[in-house]
């Protein structure tokens, strides 16, 4: 049994995105449910960064980008579409829908501003309110024993996991309503990566996320809605049920591969 | 073959680098072969005592201690417009202007870069002559006026190094202002800024050099061989450049001329301790913006 969707998180309707005149995304739809959590997988370059990104308008970063389509989001209750000319601010809506790349990218400073520059200039947060906010948000990620002692080091010297969770705390402590996380575990050992793994299902009952995976077998055990890509386009979105059908799974990822 | 191209190749910039230091080398040599025995108080103060001289409750007439404080505040007060203004002009065409404005500003920069300084120190006089034929019948040259030619002379330096250090930031590090929800302006003070600040100071520290020696400049719009110390902003000034000049064009003892070579130590001197306090600023606030 589907489940009707009543008040669906996110919804995408017919989203196009080009580069330069080539077409990454092409008519992609799909309705994202709070407390589940979503994965989206495809070959490399088939636009899942660009989806991601689309989601917070992170593509217009980039100035031979255009959108075209739908991209609605609830936030405060409200489904807002985020590109109509009323929506909220850039810099509003990229603290609510959060993003975490693909390559862990920490700012060049050290641990510690890394987690409290965005906090003060955005939020104006001070003194023991910042340093809660920042405790807060380094054990979320099950970074704070690692780093407790050495917050003023560059965060540079992080291994790739640690800078990965750095990035994911420094997006928690902004407070968003949306996590887009890009392959997560990518750089990251078989430890951390369960610690990640099991972070994204802690975390998926308050905030609603959207997780790109490489990998078949992760997408497997964490998704509780897949979609597939191929070439900017949904060929295939599969629930629950159907994920825990392995003959199944296999057959539709044969199919698509 | 190929090895010996390579060779040629490695030794000719072995032999480039060599000469270059060589010459830094034999020019300071020489500044202190025949400068360094003329450096003493009476080159500084002349016959004034030095405190005297230092707390202003006499004049000297004879030394250069007017001069380098003259020299000292047209770096000052030159830095004061130009950092500031080139460093918002660099800010603007990196970041704000559109590709058509980006090139059309920049070849205005390139054209302000390739004035020759007596040119600047013309515009100065002509400025001037017309402000007294207008505006600002008392106005004459002085140190705020050459201050402002010389500015305008080293603003190229730091609008295009503030341009370049701010357009070497990779992609990678630049999106992460949106990602963490700052906005364009906060990101650029509080991200690309400090990265790009070491690229900066160069342009500060040339532009500091060159306002520190140029002499065409002053010598139009507010230089004087003894004015005694700078009094204002609106009064005229000495400095080491013109000192030097007038030293060793008017010389009549050798005597005189071994002050010219010592006046010269003193204003590389003089620059050197101006680029360390940069330098030593910059790796200060690199150290503070890095933690907090
Ligand atoms: N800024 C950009 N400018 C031009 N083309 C881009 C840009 N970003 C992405 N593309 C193109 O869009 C297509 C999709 O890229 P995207 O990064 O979304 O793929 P992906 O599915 O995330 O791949 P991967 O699994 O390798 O990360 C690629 O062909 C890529 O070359
Ligand atoms: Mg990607």
């Known amino acids: ?257 | 073959m190929k090895k010996i191209a390579d060779r040629c190749l490695v030794g000719f910039a072995w032999l480039s680098a060599g000469m270059v230091t060589l010459a830094a080398v034999m020019l300071v040599g020489f500044l202190l072969r025949r400068g360094l025995a003329s450096i003493d108080g009476s080159l500084f103060f002349g016959e004034t005592h030095w405190l005297d001289a230092v707390s202003g409750r006499a004049p000297v007439f004879e030394g250069i201690w007017p001069a380098l404080m003259g020299t000292l505040y047209l770096v000052l007060v030159s830095s004061f417009v130009s950092i500031p203004v080139g460093i918002a002009s660099g800010v603007y065409l990196a970041e704000y202007a559109s590709k058509r404005v980006r090139a059309s500003l920049g070849c205005a920069v390139d054209l302000l870069a390739g004035t020759p300084s007596i040119v600047m120190g013309l515009f100065g006089f002509a400025l001037i002559l017309l402000l007294r034929r207008t505006l600002f019948p008392q106005a004459g040259t002085s140190l705020a006026l050459a201050a402002l030619c010389i500015a305008l002379l080293v603003l190229p330096y730091v609008i295009r190094t503030t341009q370049t250090a701010l357009q070497a930031i990779p992609v990678h590090l630049r999106i992460l202002g949106p990602v963490c929800g700052l906005s364009g302006l906060q990101a650029i003070v509080h991200i690309l800024l400090p990265v790009a600040s070491r690229g900066i100071l160069s342009g500060v520290i040339l532009a500091m050099g060159r306002a520190a020696e140029d002499t065409a400049v002053i010598l139009l719009t507010g230089v004087v061989a003894q004015a005694g110390m700078p009094r204002g902003l609106w009064e005229r000034f000495e400095a080491l450049p013109f000192r030097i000049y007038y030293l060793a064009a008017e010389h009549q003892t050798r005597r005189q001329l071994d002050q010219g070579f010592a006046t010269s130590l003193v204003l590389l001197l003089l620059t050197s301790t101006l680029f360390l306090t940069a330098f030593m600023l910059q790796r200060r606030f690199e150290k503070r913006w890095k933690k907090w």
């Open chain 1, 1 to 257: 049994m589907e489940k009707v969707v009543t008040n669906p998180a996110i919804v995408v309707e017919e989203l196009c995105v080009e580069f330069s005149g080539k077409t990454v995304l092409e008519n992609v739809s799909l309705t994202i449910l709070p407390a589940e959590l979503h994965v989206i997988i495809g070959p490399s370059g088939s636009g899942k960064s660009t989806l991601l990104r689309a989601i917070n308008r992170l593509n217009e970063f980039f100035p031979n980008c255009r959108t075209s389509g739908l991209v609605r989001i609830r936030l405060d209750g409200h489904l807002v579409d985020i590109y109509a000319r009323d929506a909220p601010p850039l810099p509003e809506l990229r603290r609510r829908v959060a993003m975490v790349f693909q390559t862990p990218a920490v700012l060049p400073f050290s641990i510690e501003k890394n987690m409290t520059m965005p906090l003060k200039v955005t939020l104006g947060l001070r003194g023991g309110e910042l340093r809660e906010r920042m405790e807060w948000a380094l054990r979320q990620v099950g970074l704070w024993d690692e780093v407790e002692a050495r917050l003023l080091d560059e965060a540079t010297t992080l291994s790739g996991g640690q800078q990965q969770r750095l990035c994911l705390a420094r997006a928690l402590a902004l407070g968003p309503q949306v996590l887009l996380v890009d392959e997560p575990t990518a750089s990251l050992d078989f430890r951390a990566t369960e610690t990640i793994e099991q972070l994204l299902v802690d975390l998926k009952d308050r905030y609603t996320i959207i997780a790109v995976s490489h990998s078949l077998s992760q997408a497997r055990r964490l998704a509780d809605r897949l979609w597939v890509l191929r070439e900017g386009r949904v060929m295939q979105q599969m629930n629950r049920r159907q994920l825990q059908d392995a003959a199944l799974f296999q057959e539709i990822i044969d199919n698509i591969f």
